[in-house]
């Protein structure tokens, strides 16, 4: 086939920031002399990086206009890329002679963040004068070999090459299987690889030994509803976790680590967890409750700032510590917690969904609580053996603000309700010898169930006893069973851990044995969308 005219060859391109108006290139990525003349570049230089180059031979169409790589012919690697921190660049040098260039052919230089992954940029070349010269097919000027056989290959990769709208919260870093750890560039989000947590198929089929992990915030404005879509309350703090190229599922978990804003005293706030949903969004999304891990690798100091004046969660957490007493909390205060994360094994959008609590101080001290709050999916109920007459001889579960002694630090009519099986009038702590268990029926399956214990002793004033916490699967059976240590006041929480199988249905509480304890905060972490119980 003949070779393409000179009016033909004005058809390649250069693709980089400079080249958008032919093909829509990288607007964060830009070719340096001397390929090209010096850019102005007005980004951030990325320097956590492995980029890959490679040279293709182009294919030409009928009308000898090159259309593409040429299929079959092995692309040229110019040999590893390295970074110059101080220039701001990255550099490869193109020994165009070993080579084995074909001066009546072009060829391509292609520029990917990872092998298999994204094309940043690419430059068409014209080799001349039997492959002594090249020229820029773009511009039509010369580019100047050294001996007039190497070519220094010189580039800039600056934040948002990958698409992320990198300029406030955002990351874009190579990870190996060695695995590592990244984080934001305001440290509100990151992510830990464990060692081997790229499938070995994976690394086999794409040929690959690190990827482009991207992580940006996603602005709550720019979805079509809440970060994950489930009308449950939310947090501030959602992120977009991708991978270049896509590696699918991990073959070992990974933690992310998202800040999260929330009221300092509300203990019952431990039960807002991580999810994950995946993009795009269909009509019934895939929705999956990250395990709650450890994630010391993010900072979240300045975060509670950065949201929007406080956000929606403030709002929320404002609402529901209304009205309580100075025995709860001190006058209310608002920060980030730090090191809250979740295992995920793959990613995708994910965000913080804060529990459906109750705190039993929007009825009148004395009603009857059973179907009360179902509309939030919770009723409640007292199982009891025959004989536990304790308090009450009815399964009534009740608002009850009386504490267990005048001077045991509540107080009768405190003002703060809790939750009991004992009427108004009477103390509200119990025990599960003499008076059984409140059970909460949850009408969706849940991830997570907090609620606050207060141990208040045993008969005649002895101290030492314990509140306890039992969760249930939708089959009844037992999940896990957690206590207080004896005489002190806890949040205690049960996590499902698993799949669907092992998500909680139900919960029982009350004092230990016949040990005397008093409940209150019930936070549930619905997995699936609530559903009203009738």
């Not at 409640?380 to 504490?403: I, K, L, M, P």
Request: hydrophobic share 40%; glycine share 12%.
């Amino acid at each position: 086939m003949p070779r393409p005219s000179s009016a033909d060859r004005r058809a390649a391109a250069v693709g980089d920031a400079l080249g958008r108006a032919h093909n829509g290139g990288n607007a964060h990525f830009f070719f340096l002399p001397p390929l090209v003349k010096q850019p102005t570049a007005t980004g951030v230089f990325n320097p956590a990086l492995k980029p890959v180059v490679e040279i293709c031979q182009l294919e030409v169409d009928a009308s000898n206009i090159p259309v593409g790589c040429a299929a079959g012919v092995p692309p040229i690697d110019p040999g590893p890329v390295t970074a110059d921190l101080a220039g701001g660049q990255y550099k490869v040098n193109w020994d165009t002679k070993q080579s084995g260039i074909d001066p009546d052919k072009f060829y391509r230089i292609q520029v990917f963040g990872s092998r298999g992954g994204l094309l940043l940029g690419f430059a068409d070349v014209d080799p001349v004068s039997n492959g002594s010269q090249l020229k820029n097919v773009n511009t039509g000027e010369y580019i100047g070999l050294v001996d007039g056989r190497t070519l220094p290959v010189k580039f800039r990769i600056e934040r948002g090459a990958f698409g992320t709208n990198c300029v406030s919260d955002c990351v874009e870093a190579s990870v190996s299987n060695d695995g590592g750890t990244i984080v934001t560039n305001t440290g509100f989000a990151g992510a830990l690889f464990p060692t081997g947590w790229i499938r070995p198929d994976v690394l086999e089929r794409l040929g690959i030994d690190n990827v482009v992990v991207t992580i940006e915030r996603v602005s709550l404005q720019d979805l079509d509803g809440p970060c994950i879509p489930r009308s449950l309350p939310q947090a501030e703090g959602c992120y977009r976790f991708t991978t270049s190229p896509d590696v699918g599922d991990f073959a070992l978990d990974v933690t992310v680590g998202i800040c999260v804003e929330v009221p300092e005293t509300a203990p019952q706030f431990d039960a807002a967890q991580l999810f994950k949903v995946e993009e795009p969004i269909v009509e019934v999304p895939e929705i999956t409750p990250l395990r709650n891990t450890p994630a010391n690798f993010v900072h979240c100091e300045g975060f509670a700032s950065a949201t929007s004046k406080g956000g929606p969660v403030l709002a929320f957490a404002r609402r529901l510590l209304h009205g309580a007493a100075a025995w709860l909390a001190p006058a209310p205060a608002y920060g980030a917690h730090v090191g809250a994360g979740g295992l995920t094994g793959s990613f995708s959008r994910v965000g913080w969904v804060l529990p459906t609590t109750i705190g039993f101080d929007d009825v009148e001290a004395g009603t009857v609580v059973k179907t009360a709050y179902s509309s939030q999916g919770i009723t409640f109920t007292r199982v009891r053996n025959e004989g536990q007459t304790f308090c009450s001889s009815t399964d009534d579960v009740y608002a009850n603000d009386n504490g267990p002694l005048p001077d045991g630090g509540f107080g009768f009519n405190s003002g703060n309700n809790v939750v009991t099986v004992c009427p108004e009038g009477t103390a509200s702590d119990f025990n599960e010898d003499e008076a059984g268990r409140i059970e909460a029926v949850l009408g969706s399956s849940a991830s997570k169930v907090c609620i606050n214990a207060y141990p208040t002793g045993f008969h005649g004033g002895i101290q030492g006893s314990s509140g306890l916490l039992e969760a249930f699967d939708s089959e009844g059976l037992p999940i896990a069973t957690v206590t207080t240590a004896p005489g002190v006041a806890q949040v205690l929480c049960i996590e499902a851990v698993g799949g669907s199988d092992n998500q909680i249905h139900r919960v029982q509480f009350a004092g230990a044995g016949p040990g005397l304890a008093m409940f209150d905060n019930l936070a549930v972490t619905f997995s699936e969308p609530v559903t009203v119980i009738q």
